[in-house]
């Protein structure tokens, strides 16, 4: 949804989003409460967008707005399919009815519409003959037609060539890792089916920078990288710690936990991932809410095959853990909440940044 935004805004026209982080059209920002917000307050912000001229809109709508039915009536013009693996199984119940709910989307696009669908996705490829709409789709592993070859990437830059419409474009982004190659694909996909100029797509890939949270490096003077990344899934983390391991760190210390109330499920996988792709990891509370953070913590425990952790339930502790036990070269990675700015307890909503609290320990340690 970023990247469409800053694509759209270098072509000079007006654009909307509504996701995860927040809710902004112009000058205008809203905190976001969902993902996808309810039918009369989501009607409601496209009245809005609608009124002061914004002509497109990027929504990231979840499974359970397309469960409850919170986007019927919106006729979308395209839609994206990313890629789908174990989450919210706590309201789904299984994977099937995850897909299912993902697929209503794609199913309910009219004739006139289009589908951008990765193609290297099992669920993607079941995705295609669901749809009536156009589809455009891409790859990096397999046939598309849109697809990524030569990528390369460092600790600040990633580079690609897009193969497309029997052209070779090169592509440069501040966004690192193959699983952003994934998502530069989709958007560069989506940008030249609406019939955008491939130069004019480059560019703002070029100059885009960053999405809050999202393997967002912390800029300091100490010898060893911190990232924070908003990976709270197994796969996720997977392809997080996946990409920091490429950058050919000396150690990567991992710092996660997993969110009360919500598929348990993952717990164990997510404890298991982490501990054999991390040199070493702190299990530490998210978002508890209303569950014991220590009871989270165990069942993330009996996943882990290897003796290669410790356990701090306090967060900020915990990070401050494992930014002590970073050498030179080291990566350390903070992982589950990204760009949310609160720790939901038991005892309810509080303050709490990753990003400041790294910031903070560092401060202290004299980087």
Same mark, same amino acid.
């Given at each position: 949804?970023?990247? =469409?935004? +800053?694509?759209? #805004?270098?072509? *000079? +026209?007006?654009?909307?989003?509504?996701?995860?982080v927040n809710y902004r059209f112009k000058d205008r920002i809203a905190p976001s409460v969902n993902t996808t917000p309810g039918p009369v307050e989501l009607e409601s912000l496209l009245a809005q967008m609608s009124g002061q001229g914004v002509s497109y809109v990027a929504?990231?709508?979840?499974?359970h707005a397309l469960d409850q039915e919170r986007i019927g009536g919106i006729d979308f013009k395209s839609a994206i399919f990313t890629n789908l693996t174990q989450d919210h199984l706590d309201y789904h119940a299984t994977l099937d009815n995850y897909f299912q709910a993902k697929a209503g989307l794609f199913k309910n696009l009219k004739p006139g519409s289009f589908a951008v669908i990765?193609?290297?996705?099992?669920? *993607?490829? #079941? =995705? /295609?003959?669901? %749809?009536?709409? *156009?589809?455009?789709?891409?790859? /990096?592993?397999?046939?598309a037609e849109v697809?990524?070859?030569? /990528?390369? $990437?460092?600790?600040? !830059? %990633?580079? $690609?060539?897009?193969?497309? +419409?029997?052209?070779?474009?090169? $592509?440069?982004?501040?966004?690192?890792?193959? !699983?952003?190659?994934y998502n530069m694909l989709a958007a560069i996909s989506w940008a030249m089916r609406a019939g955008i100029d491939i130069k004019v797509i480059r560019r703002a890939i070029a100059n885009f920078s960053s999405v809050p949270g999202r393997l967002e490096r912390i800029d300091s003077t100490a010898p060893f990288t911190v990232f924070v990344d908003y990976a709270h899934t197994e796969?996720?983390?997977k392809n997080v710690i996946t990409t920091l391991r490429e950058l050919s760190p000396r150690k990567i210390i991992s710092v996660f936990g997993c969110g009360g109330d919500r598929d348990r499920g993952k717990r164990p996988k997510m404890g298991e991932v982490v501990s054999r792709l991390s040199d070493y990891m702190v299990i530490t509370s998210d978002n508890p809410r209303s569950e014991d953070p220590l009871a989270i913590i165990e069942e =993330?425990? #009996?996943?882990?095959?290897?003796?290669?952790?410790?356990?701090?339930?306090?967060? #900020?502790? +915990? =990070?401050?853990?494992?930014?002590?036990?970073?050498?030179?070269?080291? /990566?350390?990675?903070?992982? *589950?909440?990204? !760009?949310e700015d609160y720790q939901v307890l038991r005892t309810g909503k509080v303050h709490f940044d990753d990003r400041e609290a790294i910031r903070e320990c560092l401060k202290l340690m004299g980087y």
């Open positions: 949804s970023y990247l =469409i935004e +800053a694509i759209v #805004k270098e072509v *000079g +026209a007006t654009v909307g989003v509504v996701g995860t929504m990231e709508v979840s499974s990765n193609n290297d996705d099992e669920y *993607g490829r #079941k =995705i /295609i003959g669901l %749809t009536k709409a *156009g589809k455009i789709t891409y790859s /990096i592993d397999g046939e697809r990524a070859s030569d /990528i390369s $990437f460092d600790i600040k !830059h %990633t580079e $690609f060539i897009v193969n497309a +419409a029997g052209l070779r474009t090169d $592509f440069k982004s501040r966004l690192i890792g193959r !699983h952003n190659v796969d996720a983390l =993330i425990v #009996k996943g882990v095959k290897n003796n290669n952790y410790c356990v701090i339930p306090d967060r #900020k502790e +915990a =990070i401050r853990k494992s930014l002590l036990l970073a050498k030179p070269a080291d /990566i350390v990675l903070v992982a *589950g909440k990204g !760009h």
